[in-house]
């Protein structure tokens, strides 16, 4: 088949329902799946790197790439402002690798507002106890501000029935495999795949 740009994968799902451990998986296992590094003004935690986990940037300097129109979405999420740069998730679907973006279901609603390429995923956790048990055991944040990360879940997952995929994550090896095949049945589509099949079956109206 013939060579054509990257797809552009959008993750969301709730606060702590393992959208990073999941990307990372599939990365790691992929040489051509790639997560985009988003910005935000949300402080680093412990371990976290610059430019690897997340380009750490305070609120000027997200307002001035914001009125730039550097960004494909921008969300305020749990207090901090998170985006995603268009000309990184360009660069890497020029090169031809799958992006993968980690974002909330606003930035989701903006991707999907903006183009009708996004192929939307919407991950589940295996049921709310388990998600409130994720969110406390990460042991990152305040009480309060894992509060309102719960309360904000309960929310976001009102958002599901806009998303083309569901994954619910039992096990991590379970969800990536289950986005890897999402993956590649999109890659198969008749649509994805009509110059190559122009070439190979002609230009006929598929009788
Ligand atoms: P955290 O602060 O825990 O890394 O992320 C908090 C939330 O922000 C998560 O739901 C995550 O998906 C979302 N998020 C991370 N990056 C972006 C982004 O670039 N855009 C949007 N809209 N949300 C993001």
Redesign the pocket.
Known sequence: MTKSKGLLII??????VG??TICRSLCRENDTIVC?T???T?TP?RGEQDGV??FFVDEKKFCELKDQGSFL???E??G?L???LTGEVERLRQKECDVI????????A?VRRSTDEGICIFLLPPNMEELWQRIEGRGTDKPEAMQE?FRNARR?LMEVWQYDYVVINNTVSEAVNDIKSIIMAEKCRVERNKQFLKSFVGKGDGH
Not at 11 to 16: D, R, T, V
Not at 101 to 108: C, F, H, K, P, S
């Open positions: 993750l969301s799902g709730p606060s702590g959208k990073g985009a988003s910005l935000t949300r935690r986990d997340y979405e921008w969300a999420v749990h901090n998170y985006a995603t973006l980690e974002i909330d279901v606003q930035g989701a903006q990360r976001e």
